[in-house]
């Protein structure tokens, strides 16, 4: 979790000046200035319940304009400021005018534009905010914006893709859900009580009475049972860091997820260290950064156990493949740029290619969701037929 810290520097002319810096801890503070021209005289870390924001919500769409908007403007010469006052005018919505409003009232106030979007981090992703703060670090704010707005576009037509994937085997599924329902909630108890008057002189039918009631009573708590651990699971992320780090550990086991999981951070992880290495920023700072770009809590975390191996002295490929957390793919092309001496430019090739694995894996999710989900629907209906509709028929016959 990055820290903020109120620095006392002085430059190489012997002049003071107060700076607000961010890093993971008052080590990495300590190296971050021991490897720039400013001299550290002293810090103190600024209490994070010092500022109070206020929550504000814009819609995704807000935000791609806005990301593409400051991207165009940037290139073309202008400020963060200046951008911002520019993109006020280009869109003239409500809540673009609130975004932009709000970020140059904390921009005035001396706040970096990163913190100033955490006003807003209920739209903004996290890494859409880490990205930014590392851009605004290494002087290449320009660059972040016009990659995120690529990255927004990418991740907004993946999403259209997947949607589009699974409208047909949503309705589907839908609808075997509610023909169901109404059988169990509708049909069944009309019978019920034709069930008993018979089930009170035949054992037959009792039987066969009480079997349909225990299948019922079983996928209905099946059913309960599964809804309320992933309401569960949900919340446990969400409030608990603890709790947090195992299920994305678990995640980091399961095969399928897996798979997605090391590729889409692998991705993003690599993006951020192409990035600050082209940058000019060392490499264990590099690694300190990028480790909050990722979304996964146990890849984040082994990011930075391996950051401080490479502190100790140790090779960045060995400190990766001790984690056992990281493609082999990934600790390959590693230690080829280690024993070629150029490891910083490898993060480019890692970042081309997992973007390609991203937009494959996501191809092949769309491909494969609308025969999954009929599937399903499909195991449903078997179900249903079995338990309930073959039963009642069964009963009716023997009446």
């Not at 820290?3 to 810096?21: L, M, P, Q």
């Not at 192409?274 to 890849?299: D, F, I, M, W």
């Not at 990766?320 to 090739?349: L, M, N």
Request: glycine share 4%.
């Amino acid at each position: 979790m990055m820290k903020s810290y109120r620095c006392r520097v002085s430059n190489e002319n012997g002049k003071k000046e107060t700076i607000i810096h961010e890093a993971v801890s008052e080590e990495a503070l300590v190296r971050y200035f021991s490897g720039t021209m400013l001299t550290l005289i002293s810090y103190k870390e600024i209490s994070s319940a010092r500022r109070i924001v206020r929550r504000v919500r814009v819609s995704g769409a807000v935000v791609m304009r806005f990301t593409e908007s400051m991207a165009a403007l940037l290139r073309a010469g202008l400020s963060v400021q200046e951008s911002l006052q520019v993109c006020m005018k280009i869109d003239k919505s409500e809540k673009n005018k609130l975004l932009c409003t709000e970020l140059l009232t904390a921009l005035m106030k001396g706040e970096r534009l990163h913190s100033a979007l955490e006003l807003f981090s209920s739209s903004f992703p996290p890494l859409y905010i880490s990205l930014v703060r590392i851009g605004e670090a290494a002087g290449s704010i320009t660059d972040v914006f016009t990659r995120l707005a690529t990255y927004l576009a990418i991740k907004k037509e993946t999403r259209q893709k997947i949607t589009q994937a699974l409208v047909y085997p949503m309705a589907v599924i839908v609808t075997a859900v509610c023909v169901i329902a109404c059988i169990v909630l509708f049909v069944f108890p009309r019978l019920e009580a034709v069930f008993n008057v018979f089930a009170e002189n035949s054992i037959q039918v009792a039987s066969s009475v009480d079997s349909m009631y225990r299948s019922l009573a079983t996928v209905a708590i099946t059913a309960v049972t599964l809804f309320f651990a992933v309401i569960l699971t949900v919340l446990l992320h969400r409030l608990s860091e603890c709790a947090r780090k195992t299920i994305d550990a678990l995640f980091l086991r399961l095969p399928f997820f897996s798979q997605y999981i090391k590729t889409t951070c692998t991705s993003d992880f690599s993006f951020s260290m192409e990035l600050l290495c082209s940058s000019g920023v060392p490499l264990v700072q590099a690694l300190e950064q990028s480790a909050h770009v990722a979304r996964n809590v146990a890849y984040r975390e082994a990011v930075l156990h391996a950051g401080r191996d490479v502190a100790q002295g140790k090779m960045l490929s060995e400190s990766f493949e001790k984690q056992r957390v990281f493609p082999d793919y990934v600790v390959t092309w590693i230690g080829i740029g280690e024993s070629t001496g150029a490891v910083q430019t490898v993060f480019s090739q890692l970042h081309r290619y997992y973007e390609k694995e991203s937009a494959r894996i996501i191809g092949n999710i769309t491909v494969s969701a609308e025969p999954a989900f009929i599937l399903l629907t499909g195991i449903l209906l078997f179900i249903l037929v079995g338990q309930f509709v073959l039963p009642v028929f069964s009963l009716l016959g023997a009446l």
